[in-house]
């Protein structure tokens, strides 16, 4: 079973930009959640889709938005790009989006913000 | 403010020997515990997990203990191999915030042969 998918791996952008960052969760999993990993702040939760819906979201600015598709694909979008957004964004799914189905993570993408 | 903590960076241990990764957490609505470890340019991997119903819970090498009052859980690795290097990260969720996890910052572990 193909693993969870995040593209692209690698992306650098600039300052004021946006960026979108894609997410290809296991097949049959309808959870679909984000998390930004910084050296400082750690990993912290962005937000999470259930069956399209956002479930719950994470303290970030309304510069972050995400949305999940029917087929259980989610991409997050990031306006206006500060330097401090430069962070590995990580993607995770799983099963039922309740507390006994551990999340899977993708490898993440690597933002880096000049 | 930190609520979930794992107040050890890094930790050496000796091939064959116990390995104990420790975590604090302050948030008594967590009710769910995880552990995951994460290699270099790779997501994190779940580990194991357990439930504030239980104290103790077992996968082979690997045994997460809950102490409920003193709102702190612990990982052992038991016999530690070289291949166990990586960083342990502990999380915890409450039970009506579906998948939202708070994570500690971390612990690196080395295994050294």
């Known amino acids: 079973k193909a693993g969870v998918t995040q593209t692209p791996r690698y992306l650098i952008k600039t300052r004021g930009q946006q960026v979108t960052l894609s997410c290809s969760p296991i097949s049959g999993h309808r959870s679909v959640s984000w998390y930004q990993q910084t050296p400082g702040q750690g990993l912290q939760f962005l937000f999470e889709?259930?069956?399209?819906?956002?479930?719950n979201k994470g303290n970030f600015p309304g510069r972050f938005s995400g949305r999940q598709f029917s087929n259980s694909r989610s991409e997050m979008n990031v306006s206006t790009l500060e330097l401090g957004d430069s962070a590995l964004y990580l993607c995770?799914?799983?099963?039922?989006?309740?507390?006994?189905?551990?999340?899977?993570f993708g490898n993440g993408t690597r933002l880096t913000v000049t | 403010d930190q609520q979930v903590k794992q107040n050890s960076p890094s930790l050496s241990v000796q091939e064959g020997r116990i390995s104990i990764l420790n975590c604090d957490y302050t948030?008594?609505?967590?009710?769910?515990f995880l552990w995951y470890k994460k290699y270099p340019a790779e997501g994190p991997t779940f580990l194991i997990s357990i439930s504030s119903i239980k104290d103790k819970n077992e996968d082979g090498r690997f045994t997460v203990f809950l102490n409920k009052s003193a709102k702190h859980l612990s990982l052992h690795i038991v016999p530690s191999q070289p291949g166990d290097s990586a960083v342990y990260f502990c999380?915890?969720?409450?039970?009506?915030?579906?998948?939202?996890?708070?994570f500690g910052g971390g612990t690196r572990l080395m295994v050294k042969p």
């Open positions: 995770a799914s799983s099963l039922g989006g309740t507390q006994g189905s551990p999340l899977h």
């Open positions: 948030n008594s609505m967590f009710d769910y």
């Open positions: 999380a915890a969720s409450e039970s009506n915030a579906g998948n939202m996890l708070t």
């Open positions: 889709y259930f069956s399209e819906t956002q479930r």
